[in-house]
């Protein structure tokens, strides 16, 4: 591989990451386009893609809602803390509602551990749950929505 | 000179997240209101999270914690008078007196801050505040005064290792790179948070970014390097936003960019977000990730040192170890290399976490031990319960035991247990953690973030986690845990990075410290910490020894149905009334209600039911015909009488032999009236007599072969542990030591026994406190001699209760922490006066006029024994006396086995049997209870009469089968549960003025309306979906 053509390369990343900025996921068309900016493979630009947790292939809801199964979550009750937020949103982990109102996603660490266990929706950490508090949440949302 | 007052406000994600930026608003609003000349800095992570919001207020050094906008006033008003707000202050956990200063707070005091000292004390966003702490001056010195060859030189004499989980030198590497051929290289900051656990990277790029371009500063000039990447996950977005303001103002100040200090070199940095890939913390993993291709690792050699982004030699270090550099340029090698231990100098900086009251970003010496960062930085475990594990180094790393908190923290002392250093994450884990969980937990994580490369780590992980799933839902077998171990090592052998290599690491930790964990999965179907989902209805009932239904029973207790409830109990056990007042419940420790507010009284419900039985339970009770086999059973405590009543329902004809007066055991000669009122226990005797059992007492039983010779076909043996451990200090035998079991006995019987005015029991167990508060209740001046008194005497005395002893002491040698007396327990005892003195021993008894002189030392804590548990150890120059009438010694008993038995003992003296079918050596002869625990529970007695009474009967040719159906299986009728918090109903007890006059109940139970009111606190766990 040329010299030239290692350093486009390297701008993959970071453009998948714009792309998905602007439209929330990474449509297929958006990984088309990328893949002939930077002269590469589409199979390539795929295999990235699909290889980092970051990136989506299919839109995402309008409520981010981030689960932590990092290890101090776990010993502190975090595996309820999930199934509590799966029953009350009606949604497996890495779903989305059908109305696009939320995304159910876990994260192996939000690196909150001393407020552990904890989620995050929209970029906002809640921290110290039970599975009663983490209900709350959505009771709350849900209320606000209406 | 005039001091500027300064008030540090925390803006780290942890803070954030509990209100900080609120805060700042209405501190910054209170401020202008009073006018105050005080500057407001937002600062970065001060480390100890947890406690959150974080205020300090420099000079002083007032640390608040907690704090909510609406406290933002009073900060104001006590600034304006240079004075503390007490009621914001941390307060001691042990004694709650407010600490106003961090420097004196245990948290920060145990800590020694290099790397982290500027964090939570500058504003990272204000270049200003990191130049005023001498920023930049390394890197000026580096650049203007050293040659590269003398920085990689000056960094190696340091001893500082790669903090990012190898440990390789970082002087030697830097060195490396520099010799590589080629004038285009590269540096990289490695600051991929991504490690569950451990989230210094990105607090230390929060707080204080200038730090870590500094340190990248300097290595690339020793190395050569002009361009550099700092490799930051895009979901720390703080951390990015901090390093982007950053590197502008050291743009603008001239430290990144052409020419430097005017010294001709050219140095920039440039960030790269991570999209998220745990494997992309292995250098060439990453390296990968920025060239724009999946994060895979390649093989080594060539290391990036020679060849790596694009070929180019590249130098990888991480956050932690970069930010060392410039405090190592600035203060020299011989400084830091003083601090650690030979082999790993510097600090180590962990997130602590998980079971430990305090949380946070955590920096000490290498070397010091696990047992120190725990229990003096991190305060101990909360709620009292017991520290189990340690995992450091992540997922990846290992669990350490509690028997080897002394082990000290450094990268080779870790290794040689099976744990790493890793990047740092240390999460500590108490009893209600399941290891053979944490196990899976881990390698599920491991499992998803295989990149896939390798074989042995794709398949091999999976293949594990397969088992390990199996084993936690009751599907393991025990040559599961052989595969799991030659898996680990292939996995580890086979695979080219870290990842692979180190992810085999939680399960060979935990199987090697923790297998009688999954063996009691495997085996018993049965999990200790009542986690694993698949095996546990309700944590409750499942860590009932008897195995009691407990939802069901509160439930129909919730439907008022007190009757049934108590035909629930009875199906598991024969002393359900026994059981409502004196269990120690251990389902409550388990119940998960405590997570909302507190667990439910399971105890005092169980009281409840038994309170409002009406017996109808006993018509379903199953009837067989007699066998014609016949069993003794030596000793009528509750291991005897359960087995014997069990049998007797089998069918057998049984004889239960007790050298004591009554039968009971220790049910009535150690627990005292006030707590379990003797016509209670008579009563539960009597059904146990009703269904056949014959009882002989003051028949002590000296040899086994004239059972059998009597024509037994079985002996169960629970002979309970009754003698008394002797303290073992010079003095007890001249002063006359009262055994406490003896003591308690004693005064069942009604002997009176001479205890004078002042009492001091020593010991921290139940007994204990029984002694105690039962020397409280007793006559202090009466003269019957106790030791020979016949049964006209023993009447006598009876009627000579007076009174207490005036002064009752308990002296302990731990702290309330690990006493092991059940807490309520210790708080009737308070309340009633007796006076505990924590971390005491004593070391010396005489007699001295009349009275005890009693030679003390005060103890603390130390390193861990091999219990797990910290050691006391004397403080010196701290011996004291006391002076008192009696001592009771209440450390523990032993089990006293007649000769005539010959039957093999532990180095404990108790009975050696077989674990799963009681079976001593010799055929036919069973034992359980105490006489082979050593000193339990009542319930845990009752649940090995059970196990007994079932393993005799298969010995005997019957089916084993000792379960009952003592009400129809009802149609289960969850009620609606209630919404949000609601704590435990109070439990009415006995007034002090009435308790100590004699020997009455204390604990005066549930009325109906407030057990149902209780029961309705029930989360119904057993009812779960799974």
Sequence with gaps: MSEVKARTQGKLIPLLQQAQDKWGYLPQEALRQIARLLHLPESHVFGVATFYAQFKLTPVGRRRVIVCRGTACHARGGARVLATVKKELGLQEWETAADLSYTLETAACIGACALAPCLVINGQVHGRLTPQKAAELFEERRSRED | MKTEQRLHLCQGTGCLSAGADRLYKALAHELSKL???????????????????????????????????????????????????????YRDPQTGRPIPTYHEIPFYKGQSRIVLRNCGHIDPEDIEDYLAVEGYQAARRALLEMTPEQICAEVERSGLRGRGGAGFPTGRKWQLCRQAPG???????????????????????????????????????????????????????????????AMAQARERGFLGKNIFNSGFDFDIEIFEGAGAFVCGEETALIASIEGRRGMPSPRPPYPVQSGLWGRPTNVNNVKTYASVPHIIRNGADWYSQIGTKQSKGTAIFSLTGKVNNCGLVEVPMGTTLAEIIYEIGGGIPGGKALKAVQTGGPTGGCLPASLLNTPVDFDSLTALGAIMGSGGMVVMDEDTCMVDIARYSLDFTQKESCGKCAPCRLGTKQMLNILEAITQGRGRMEDLDRLERLAKSVQAGSLCGLGQTAPNPVLTTLRYFREEYEEHIKYKHCRAAVCKGLVKAPCSHTCPAEIDVPRYVRLIAAGRFADAHAVISEKIPFPSVCGLVCFHPCEARCRRALVDDAIAIRALKRAAAERDNGRWKLYVKRRPPTGKRVAVVGSGPAGLTAAYYLARKGHAVTVFEAFEKPGGMMRYGIPEYRLPHEILDAEISEIEAAGVEIHTKTKIESLDQLFAQGFDAIFLALGAHRGVKLGIPGEDEVGVLDCIDFLRRVKLGYHVELGERVAVIGGGNAAIDAARTALRLGAKATVPAADADQEVLDASRMARRLGAKEVRIIYRRSSTEMPASPEEVHEALTEGVQIEFLTAPIKMTKENGSIRLDCVRMRLGPVDASGRRHPEPIPGSAFSIYVDRVISAIGEAPEIPEGFGLRQTKWSTLVVDPDTLMTERPGVFAGGDVVTGPASVIEAIAAGRRAASSIDKYLGGDGDISEVLIDPEEDAPFELEEGERPRVPIQTLRIGERLGGFRQVELGYTAEEAISEARRCLMCDLEER
């Design chain 2, 35 to 89: 006018d105050l000349p005080v500057e407001l800095k937002r600062t970065g992570c001060h480390g100890f999270c947890q406690r959150g919001p974080i205020v300090i207020c420099e000079p002083q050094g007032f640390f608040y914690c907690a704090i909510q906008p609406q406290d933002a006033g009073e900060i104001a008003e006590a600034l304006s008078q240079g004075r503390a707000v007490e009621r914001l202050c």
């Design chain 2, 183 to 245: 004038s285009e290289k590269y540096l990289i900051c490695n600051a991929d948070g991504g490690t569950p656990g451990a989230f210094m990277a990105r607090s230390i790029l929060e707080a204080d970014p200038h730090a870590v371009i500094e340190g990248m500063l300097i290595a690339a000039y020793a190395i050569g390097a002009q361009q550099a990447f700092i490799y930051v996950r895009a979901e720390d977005s703080l951390a990015v936003k901090r390093l982007r303001i």
